[in-house]
């Protein structure tokens, strides 16, 4: 569950990460709209798969057996 954690982490916030990388080195900044709306979703997407997944991997799923 710890690697799937960290991957996805890693690849959704990759986008933005760059962003601040490459804008550290670039003037005037690359601030395209649809790319920044992009890496913001990406970070939300983040936060909202988390739970999802200690969900789906937890050792305390109910299996009923009726």
Same mark, same amino acid.
Request: proline share 6%; net charge positive.
């Given at each position: 569950?710890?690697?799937?954690?960290?991957?996805?982490? $890693?690849?959704?916030?990759? =986008?933005?990460?760059? *962003?601040?990388?490459? @804008?550290?080195?670039?003037? =005037? =900044?690359? *601030?395209?709209?649809?790319?920044?709306?992009? &890496?913001?979703?990406? !970070?939300?997407?983040?936060? $909202?798969? @988390?739970? !999802? !997944?200690?969900?789906?991997?937890?050792? %305390?799923?109910?299996? &009923? %057996?009726?």
């Amino acid at each position: 569950m710890l690697v799937v954690v960290v991957v996805l982490f $890693a690849l959704l916030w990759m =986008p933005y990460r760059t *962003l601040v990388v490459v @804008n550290s080195f670039m003037d =005037p =900044p690359y *601030l395209d709209t649809w790319f920044l709306l992009f &890496c913001r979703m990406c !970070i939300y997407t983040n936060s $909202a798969v @988390n739970p !999802i !997944i200690y969900n789906a991997m937890s050792q %305390k799923l109910c299996v &009923c %057996k009726c």
